[in-house]
T-cell receptor, first 111, second 115 residues
């Protein structure tokens, strides 16, 4: 059975801290891994990773994929209260139209 | 502005009633999806559609039905057969069917509560 496991499930930090969110997966015919940020309503797209070892970066956020060890990390440096959200990891499979989602990591950044 | 709209934002239903959640997109996307989100459960796929007049069951389709008569619209009906319908429902779309090379765009969601 395909599965995506995120850790930790929840995390509380102070502004300015650096956090690392983890996503491991076991899926057949892996094609892509996606990160989303969900604040109150609609998840918004952050990154899509398809190649191992290539870092994607956007401001204070960065992500990398390790296809050998079957995991990805999402790093957030110098966290701000606006980073508080649920971060979702999803994996796409070849030959399937469905993304498999993890349960998410709830990040709380306190002032 | 292009995007995905869902209505209503909040919906209350009595047990035994069918309700229909609306999802409309003006992004000209081929594929549309319905997900259910419960606390601590992540997103679970209910139904998806790659083309008009065609749709497939997702992982938790029992108690739900959909239609895709227009490219822009993908309504979800929660029937009385769904035993635990209280949840947050998210509609999404993607440029190419599958979302494998293109990200999913999500609507703002509908929170359904069964009284």
């Amino acid at each position: 059975e395909d599965k995506v496991v995120q850790s930790p499930l929840s995390l509380v930090v102070h502004e300015g801290d650096t956090v690392t969110l983890n996503c491991s997966y076991e899926v057949t015919n892996f094609r892509s891994l996606l990160w989303y940020k969900q604040e109150k309503k609609a998840p918004t797209f952050l990154f899509m990773l398809t190649s191992s070892g290539i870092e994607k970066k956007s401001g204070r956020l960065s992500s990398i994929l390790d296809k050998k060890e079957l995991f990805s990390i999402l790093n957030i440096t110098a966290t701000q209260t606006g980073d508080s959200a649920i971060y979702l990891c999803a994996v796409g499979r070849g030959g399937s139209e469905k993304l498999v989602f993890g349960k998410g990591t709830k990040l709380t950044v306190n002032p | 502005d292009g995007g995905i709209t869902q209505s209503p934002k909040y919906l209350f239903r009595k047990e035994g009633q069918n309700v229909t959640l609306s999802c409309e997109q003006n992004l000209n996307h081929d594929a549309m999806y319905w997900y259910r989100q419960d606390p601590g459960q992540g997103l679970r796929l209910i139904y998806y559609s790659q083309i008009v007049n065609d749709f497939q069951k997702g992982d938790i389709a029992e108690g739900y039905s959909v239609s895709r008569e227009k490219k822009e619209s993908f309504p979800l009906t929660v029937t009385s057969a769904q035993k635990n319908p209280t949840a947050f429902y998210l509609c999404a779309s993607s440029i190419l069917a599958g979302g494998l090379y293109n990200e999913l765009f999500f609507g703002p969601g509908t929170r359904l509560t069964v009284l």
